[in-house]
Structures are given as structure tokens and as C-alpha cells.
């Protein structure tokens, strides 16, 4: 597993690259003020949907976010000397 530091780097720059500067700040902000329990809230995220409405939704969710393997573009690495 990756360092704190890092984890919050990358999701600090996850935010600020989907949300702007202006909105991660006030997320942040609502983040460190309430209380908030991932766990719990997770855990009753899908409560209502059935297990073939989730494996659609999680389908349709990778279809529309990662890209097709015919249309990353391979590259060789370069070598430093």
C-alpha cells in the first residue's frame, strides 16, 4: 500500500482536477467540520438496489470511465542514460 502522504496527494489533485480549487476547498472544509462515517454510509449505499441492477450499474460505470484496450496507445518507454 502507498504512503499516507502520497494517498493524500493524489486525491487532493483527484479533486482539484474534478472539481476545481474552489469546490475541494469547501469539500475539505465540510469533510474536517462534520462528522462523517464512511463505513456506516457505505455500508447502506446499495441497500435497495438487487445484485443485477448493481452488476449493471458497476458495467455501466467501467464502460463509460476506462478506456478501451484498442484505443490506448502503446509507446515505449524511454531509457535514460
Do not use: C, Q
Not at 5 to 17: H, Q, R, S, T
Not at 38 to 57: A, F, H, I, P, Q
Amino acid at each position: 500500500m502507498r504512503n499516507t502522504a502520497v494517498i493524500m496527494n493524489d486525491g487532493v489533485n483527484y479533486l482539484l482536477e474534478k472539481m476545481g480549487a474552489l469546490e475541494t476547498e469547501a469539500f475539505i472544509s465540510h469533510i474536517l467540520k462534520e462528522p462523517f462515517d464512511y463505513t456506516k454510509w457505505s455500508k447502506n449505499l446499495y441497500s435497495g438496489l438487487s445484485l443485477r441492477d448493481l452488476n449493471s450499474k458497476a458495467a455501466e460505470f467501467v464502460k463509460n470511465n476506462y478506456e478501451k484496450p484498442e484505443n490506448v496507445k502503446k509507446t515505449t518507454p524511454k531509457i535514460l542514460n
